[in-house]
C-alpha cells in the first residue's frame, strides 16, 4: 500500500523515545475534504492541531512521522488512562456529509484506512484492542460516524478480517498456510518433497499445508519412514 508523504514543518512535537502504543481514529468533520487538502492545510502554518495520517477514498498523506508526536488527543482531562499523544499514532479519515445532514465516510476511505491500521499494527505490534476512537480517549465526539457503538464494531469487525493472514496473525501460528515447497520450513521440505515426487498433491502451488499438518507429517517420517 502506498503512503505519500507531505510533512509539515510546524504542528508537530519531535520525539527521540515516542513508543507507538495506541492508534487513534478520527474524523474530520468536513464535507468532501481530501487528504492531500488537509496536508496542505496543515502543513506551514500553525493549526495547534495535526494528525499522523489523513486518508479519504483515494490515497493516505502521512503528514507527521510515526515516532514523532502528532497533536490529535491532546485534552485537559482525559477519558482513557493511557492513551496520549505522545503514544499514539492519530488517524483522521476525511468525512461526508449525506442528504439528511450526517456525517459518513466512503467505503474507499474505510478500506484505506483499515489497510493503514493494519500495517501499523504489525509495524509496532498494536494489538486490536489498543485500536481505539478519539471519544474512548477524551469522550469528544470523534469520529462522529462511529459514536455509535454497533458502527464502531463493524469497523473493528472489518479489521479482524483484514487482520486474517496478516503477520500479526501469523505470530499466533493460525492461519498460516505454506502453498509450495519453497514456503515450507527447512526442517520439513525433505519429508515434504517424498510427499509431492509421490503425487499426494494435486497441485504443488498449492499444497494448503498448515503448521500442524506438517509437523505430523515430519514425525511420521522419522518414525516410519513415509514410503516413497
Ligand atoms: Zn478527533
Not at 508537530?12 to 496536508?39: C, L, R, W
Not at 502543513?43 to 499522523?52: E, L
Not at 477519558?79 to 476525511?94: A, L, Q, T
Not at 515450507?184 to 515434504?192: D, G, K, L, Q
Request: proline letters at 4%.
Amino acid at each position: 500500500m502506498e503512503i505519500k508523504q507531505y510533512l509539515t514543518t510546524v504542528n508537530y512535537t519531535p520525539s527521540t523515545n515516542k513508543q507507538n502504543k495506541y492508534i487513534v481514529i478520527h474524523y474530520t468533520a468536513n464535507n468532501g475534504d481530501t487528504a492531500q487538502g488537509n496536508a496542505n492545510y496543515f502543513h506551514s502554518i500553525n493549526r495547534n492541531a495535526s494528525a499522523n495520517y489523513f486518508v479519504d477514498e483515494n490515497e493516505i498523506v502521512q503528514v507527521v512521522p510515526d515516532n514523532y508526536i502528532a497533536w490529535h488527543c491532546g485534552a485537559k482531562t482525559y477519558k482513557h488512562p493511557y492513551c496520549r499523544n505522545n503514544n499514539s499514532i492519530g488517524i483522521e479519515m476525511c468525512s461526508r456529509k449525506d442528504k439528511k445532514g450526517n456525517y459518513y465516510f466512503k467505503d474507499g476511505t474505510v478500506n484505506n484506512s483499515i489497510q493503514l491500521v493494519c500495517d501499523l499494527m504489525n509495524k509496532y505490534n498494536i494489538p486490536i484492542e489498543n485500536v481505539i476512537r478519539h471519544y474512548d480517549v477524551t469522550k469528544k465526539l470523534c469520529p462522529l460516524p462511529y459514536i455509535d457503538d454497533a458502527e464502531w464494531n463493524k469497523y473493528k469487525s472489518l479489521l479482524r478480517t483484514a487482520l486474517k493472514g496478516s503477520n500479526l496473525e501469523d505470530k499466533k501460528g493460525e492461519d498460516k498456510m505454506y502453498q509450495n515447497i519453497n514456503e515450507v520450513p527447512e526442517w520439513a521440505r525433505n519429508t515434504i518433497n517424498k510427499l509431492i515426487n509421490k503425487g499426494c498433491f494435486p497441485d504443488v502451488n498449492k499444497l494448503a499445508l498448515t503448521n500442524e499438518m506438517v509437523r505430523i507429517f515430519v514425525i511420521m517420517d522419522r518414525w516410519i519412514g513415509l514410503k516413497v
